[in-house]
């Protein structure tokens, strides 16, 4: 009750209060100031009123309990954010901002509605872990100094109808997790807007519109994703996969990139269903070579495993070599039943399928390629039988 | 009559330089029932291991399991530890302490029973014997407590917190567990995170817990009932205290300098961590508190000795992407020496962004 009274004191007063535990229920309203951190008990429930400005000039908002929070604004320097521990679904935030706070949102575990909610100038706007099945619908995360979005640690939370926009390294990263659903998002003008990296990492992407992006979507290190139905337009390469990612790359459009698709080091996709018209270069092949594969693969892995270790030293064994290894080299990525549109298809018509492509460029263009002084012949793509029309028109649904 | 003494203190003394008066301990280490070659045994002054002191004595068995190792007369304790990959591929960490401890070491060679290493961790539970284990009830403020869980550790001298258990298991919809051991000496920990999670430090308004009757000796064949296990909120000031009680308390020997990211420019917020051994995996025996917003840091330390120094943006679990990482790079192996009561000065240690 005193804890309660002293908040109370708070609320109507304009001078900053320190640490508070709420432990009953509490209704903020106005504008109140925060000096630390405080913290919602499990059994309490905060609501914040529309309209409500919240100013945090040290801590966060911890909450292990319920809160609820509608058109509200919570604010500050470089402060804590807002921490949701094992939160239910009828903790809910809505159309409120999120800003100035190292990580803006930090949700571990728990299944808390995010809707609406824009997350900007944080150092990271949200970060989803602890296997949380979290839902987060309608938000913009913007001009946030590292990440968007990250998920993490085995969620399973579903991204959709968001947006992600001017982020300083990534729009969204998804890290060793696998959302429910990631679609109808729009990632536009990132340096990368959609990092899907690590094995294990094996979401279906699908129906979202990545614009004006260094990268529209990048895949590494032995992720498995479902790209389906996505819009990439404009970005300097729409799809990259990298060091052993073997996605299923389905049912896209990618038009006015520089590069459509670029794959390097043991990545063995399958690229079926997309059109590919209109790039600059539609599938790059680099560094890509069976032979490197079998001479390097696992050498080459086993060090970026040691380099897991926080110091370099110690190997983490949660993913075998066996699990990681490609199941196939033939020295050929698979391409086959692609639209690269109406030029490509002439050119196609004209050199058959034992010819170069000019869209195209891998081992008929560049033969070999050189890795610690030892060449490697470079891996081709198998682009016949393709598609003689547009294959997405009416498929493509993205926002 | 000096004469006479000095003639049996002699004898004595010649008695012990002879190969019939050196002492020690052997024995065998057994895995599943058999042999197992290139373990590692090590002899501690203490039963529970203090992680910041090296053991007074390491050897390894050969091809046939066995041990010796020389040791003067006195108390000591074993521990037989080993890192393997199984035939699946997985890295395996197979342990024990000695069942026979505290082990009396008077006169010769001291035989130890055989005794079994037990697989350890996350790829590999403790294999229980059957009908063996524990079983009781967690409460909180006298109410069963769902979900929580219940760890079981072999040694208490990680202080019942970290990845260290050996086994883990939840608590039912009524607050019960039951968990199945091999026989021998446990220590028990619970918790409940206000987040659901099983690993992590627990925060203010977690609940939290150790056993009060550990340690537990659990004998083949039985299942100890503990009856009520009870858990109480962490308080947030307690938590501070402890946490300038423990790893962040000042001591008269430390390392100093700072922490700056490629471009020189201070990385502030990134804790420096000291190893003793030189793998700098693992635990770290100590961490400093976050760098300042200078990059500057101040990692007390409990003694003299080589640590080695790393520093990280935050501790526990693997390495994420948007952490910051680096090494003390003043020699190779990211070691430094410190005399007990000095402030040695480290200079700049960078640390780079990981993505």
């Known amino acids: 009750m005193i804890r309660l009274l002293a908040l109370l004191a708070a609320v109507l007063l304009p001078a900053p209060v320190l640490a508070l535990t709420l432990s009953g229920d509490t209704r903020w309203q106005g504008a109140i100031d925060f000096a630390e951190t405080v913290r919602v008990e499990s059994d309490a429930v905060l609501t914040v009123a529309p309209g409500t400005l919240v100013t945090f000039r040290g801590g966060g908002l911890e909450v292990a309990g319920r809160l609820q929070a509608d058109g509200a604004r919570f604010t500050g320097q470089d402060w804590d954010g807002i921490v949701l521990k094992g939160c239910g679904a009828e903790t809910l935030l809505h159309d409120c901002i999120v800003e100035g706070a190292r990580t803006g949102i930090l949700v571990r575990g728990g299944q808390p509605r995010l809707e609406g909610l824009t997350l900007t100038d944080n150092g990271v706007g949200m970060e989803l872990r602890q296997k949380t099945d979290a839902s987060v619908s309608g938000c913009s995360f913007r001009n946030n100094a590292k990440v968007g979005l990250f998920v993490k640690d085995e969620a399973t939370a579903a991204v959709i109808g968001s947006r992600f926009e001017g982020n300083g390294r990534f729009g969204a990263y998804i890290y060793r997790a696998l959302p429910r659903r990631f679609s109808g998002n729009v990632l536009a003008g990132n340096p990368t807007g959609l990092m899907v990296s690590h094995f294990g990492s094996d979401p279906r992407i699908e129906g979202n519109r990545f614009e004006q992006n260094g990268l529209g979507i990048l895949v590494d290190r032995a992720a498995k994703p479902v790209l389906a139905g996505n819009l990439l337009r404009g970005n300097g390469t729409g799809i990259r996969l990298y060091r052993r990612s073997d996605p299923r790359v389905e049912g896209n459009r990618l038009e006015g990139n520089e590069v459509g698709v670029s794959v390097a080091f043991s990545s063995y996709p399958l690229l079926v269903g997309n059109d590919l018209a209109g790039n600059g270069t539609a599938l790059l092949l680099e560094f890509q070579s069976s032979d490197w594969e079998r001479a390097q693969g696992s050498v080459a892995r086993e060090a970026q495993a040691s380099a897991r270790g926080a110091f370099g030293q110690s190997s983490r064994s949660e993913v075998t070599e066996d699990e990681r290894r490609p199941r196939q080299l033939s020295g050929t990525v698979d391409a086959r039943g692609n639209w690269w549109g109406t030029d490509g298809t002439s050119e196609l018509a004209r050199i058959g399928s034992e010819g170069n492509p000019s869209f195209i460029e891998d081992g008929r263009d560049t033969p070999t390629f050189v890795d610690a002084g030892k060449s490697y012949p470079l891996d081709r793509a198998l682009f016949a039988p393709w598609s003689g029309k547009p294959l997405t028109t009416d498929t493509i649904d993205t926002p | ?355």
């Open chain 2, 1 to 355: 009559m000096l004469r006479h003494c000095l003639t049996i203190l002699a004898a004595v003394l010649l008695a012990a330089c002879t190969p019939e008066g050196e002492t020690g301990v052997e024995g065998t280490l057994l895995f599943r029932d058999r042999p197992l070659a290139g373990a590692q045994v090590e002899v501690y002054l203490k039963g529970e291991k203090d992680r910041s002191t090296l053991p007074f004595a390491v050897t390894s068995t050969d091809e046939r399991g066995r041990y010796r190792v020389s040791v003067p007369p006195g108390r000591y304790f074993l521990i037989g530890k080993k890192k393997e990959t199984a035939p699946g591929g997985q890295v395996r960490m197979l342990m024990a302490e000695c069942p026979a401890n505290p082990l009396e070491v008077a006169a010769g060679t001291k035989q130890v029973a055989p005794f079994s290493l037990r697989e350890m961790g996350r790829d590999g539970a403790l294999v229980p014997d059957r009908d063996t284990g524990v079983a009781g009830r967690v409460t909180a403020g006298g109410e069963p407590l769902s979900g929580a869980f219940v760890y079981v550790y072999t040694e208490g001298a990680s202080g019942l917190m970290g990845p260290s258990y050996g086994e883990a298991v939840q608590t039912d919809a009524d607050g019960t567990f039951s968990v199945g051991l091999p026989a021998g000496r446990y220590f028990l920990a619970a918790r409940k995170r206000a987040d659901g999670s099983r690993m992590g430090e627990p925060q203010a308004g977690d609940l939290n817990g150790t056993y009060p009757g550990n340690p537990l000796q659990v004998e083949k064949g039985r299942t100890v009932q503990l009856g009520a296990f009870a858990l109480k909120a962490v308080d947030a000031g307690e938590r501070l205290e402890r946490l300038r009680q423990g790893k962040f308390a000042r001591t008269e020997t430390s390392f100093s300098g700072r922490l700056v990211d490629q471009d020189g420019e201070p990385a502030p917020g990134v804790y420096v961590f000291a190893y003793l051994d030189s793998r700098m995996v693992g635990k770290p025996t100590y961490i400093s508190a976050p760098a300042g917003d200078d990059g500057g840091f101040r990692l007390f330390l409990g003694g003299g000795g080589t640590y080695f120094v790393g520093a990280r943006s935050a501790y526990g679990g693997p390495l994420e992407p948007g952490e910051w990482v680096g090494t003390f790079d003043g020699q190779p192996d990211h070691g430094v020496t410190v005399r007990r009561g000095e402030s040695a000065p480290l200079g700049d240690i960078v640390v780079r962004e990981v993505w």
